[in-house]
């Protein structure tokens, strides 16, 4: 059965909670959804706003403070909020991505070739076990011991060698603070999950981003080879419109293309747009150019009937006392007036949510 990318659309906004908010629990929906991109503290946050019905932002920062989800490099070697017993699953399965970083990486291979890395691995272990520790801290007490290697690059090292937690108040809405370290096994109190297999990632995959190529999820997890663990699966197929095979779980569901979308701000970093060898299901290669910068940052973006449409962001002025949050919209193509109705809709009631304190105003600004 071939698919449209309209069809694509459709089933990957459904699957990602975006055709209609979800009556979810917060750990829940970061499980439904594979875990949420978190290179920022807080994108996930918006990521749920966006998702479920009545998410109040206490509701995650809960789950970080009780230690029920926690924040560490997985996918793509990049930082992802999971829950507790995902992390302790996934991390064994990604650490391919980490071992290929430090024999590759440009700024730090060089700087930590010929070490013992298990020796660092062990002292660092012994180093958090004590106490959580700063990435300063990290790299100046492992450098008393290796005082001929940079501190950083000591740090680095540990951090792909070993699955280190980004603890609380790291991550906390209304918090701040640099990122401070614990060993994933001393932080998580759950019991030790069942090993995982890349079976079992795949699976999880497809249930929030199906159906998808083998080359969508290697994009989403950085992980090669994963032709073979699909050709192992039992499976249904489909074809894109260039006819490239499409895989997803034999019970799920793909909606009517025709199905309505609404009109949705996704937060910086969503995953909607970032777990995609082909991202064009949602967003257009002109138009990925102006969401995804050129150091990594990803904007926010305004889907209009399921597409990127363009990008918004907010400032903040005035003291406590006056403060006034505004919402901008910049639009990447002609909106129609009950897409701007809407966007204006949807902006006050996200600043009534991020900014309960603050005066409001949205803007969508005029096509440039």
Known sequence: ????????????????????????????????????????????????????????????????????????????????????????????LVQVIMDRDLDTNLQYAAKIAGLDRGAV?????????????????????????????????????????????????????GSSGQPTYQHAHDWIDVPAPVPSSLADLVRRYLKAFGPASVADAQAWAGVKRLGEVFAEMDLRTYRDPEGRVLYDLPDAVVPDEDVPAPLRLLGPFDQTLLSYADRRRVISDEHRKRVITQNGLVKGTLLADGQ?????????????????????????????????????????????????????????????
Do not use: C
């Open 1 to 92: 059965m071939n698919l449209s990318r309209r069809a694509l659309n459709r089933a990957t906004l459904d699957r990602q909670l975006l055709l209609r908010r979800a009556k979810l629990p917060a750990f829940d929906a970061v499980e439904h959804l594979a875990g949420l991109q978190a290179q920022a503290p807080f994108p996930p946050y918006y990521a749920l706003h966006a998702r479920l019905h009545g998410f109040r932002p206490e509701d995650l920062s809960k789950l970080l403070l009780d230690r029920q989800v926690v924040r560490l490099v997985l996918m793509r070697g990049t930082v992802h909020l999971v829950s507790a017993a995902d992390a302790l699953a996934w991390r064994p």
């Open 121 to 173: 691995a062990d002292l660092a272990r012994e180093l958090l076990a004590a106490r959580p520790h700063t990435s300063a801290e990290l790299g100046a007490a492992l450098a008393s011991r290796w005082p001929d290697r940079l501190a950083g690059a000591l740090t680095h090292l540990v951090r792909g060698l070993l699955p280190l937690v980004q603890i609380p108040p790291r991550g906390v809405w």
């Open 308 to 368: 990127v449409r363009g990008s918004w962001e907010t400032t903040k002025t005035g003291g406590k006392a006056a403060a006034k949050a505004t919402l901008t919209v910049t639009p990447f193509e002609r909106l129609t007036k009950r897409d701007v109705t809407a966007a204006e809709s949807a902006g006050r009631k996200l600043l009534a949510w991020a900014s309960p304190d603050a005066t409001h105003e949205v803007r969508v600004l005029p096509i440039s």
